[in-house]
């Protein structure tokens, strides 16, 4: 059975910095994309970013050029770094591995970027 961990959540300012991991119960290599999502009160879960196989990226609009994602696949954890946060971001974040027809949702993780 697939598993997401996903750990590294918390309160930050706004400007601040986080980096958000999610760890796979196997090798990422698996999946044919991974990728983040996030889930703001009274808002439809969207999504963030995500990362192919072949280390192809894309981002959602409001955090180009502030959030990257990236792959370890020595350590089956993708990662998301979020810079000069904004109260907008304030969300429950999401992993998720994409295999074929099939999503895998890791618990989530709360972020809260708040002065």
């Known amino acids: 059975q697939v598993q997401l961990v996903e750990s590294g959540g918390g309160l930050v300012q706004p400007g601040g910095s986080l980096r958000l991991s999610c760890a796979a119960s196997?090798?990422?290599?698996?999946?044919?994309?991974m990728g983040w999502y996030r889930q703001a009160p009274g808002k439809q879960r969207e999504l963030v970013a995500t990362?192919?196989?072949?280390?192809?990226?894309n981002y959602a609009d409001p955090v180009k050029g502030r959030f990257t994602i990236s792959a370890d696949n020595a350590k089956n954890t993708v990662y998301l770094q979020m810079n000069s946060l904004k109260p907008e971001d304030t969300a429950v974040y999401y992993c998720?591995?994409?295999?074929?027809?099939?999503?895998?949702w890791g618990q989530g993780t709360q972020v809260t970027v708040s002065s």
């Open positions: 990362i192919t196989s072949g280390g192809s990226t």
């Open positions: 196997r090798s990422i290599f698996s999946f044919n994309a």
């Open positions: 998720n591995a994409f295999h074929f027809t099939q999503y895998y």
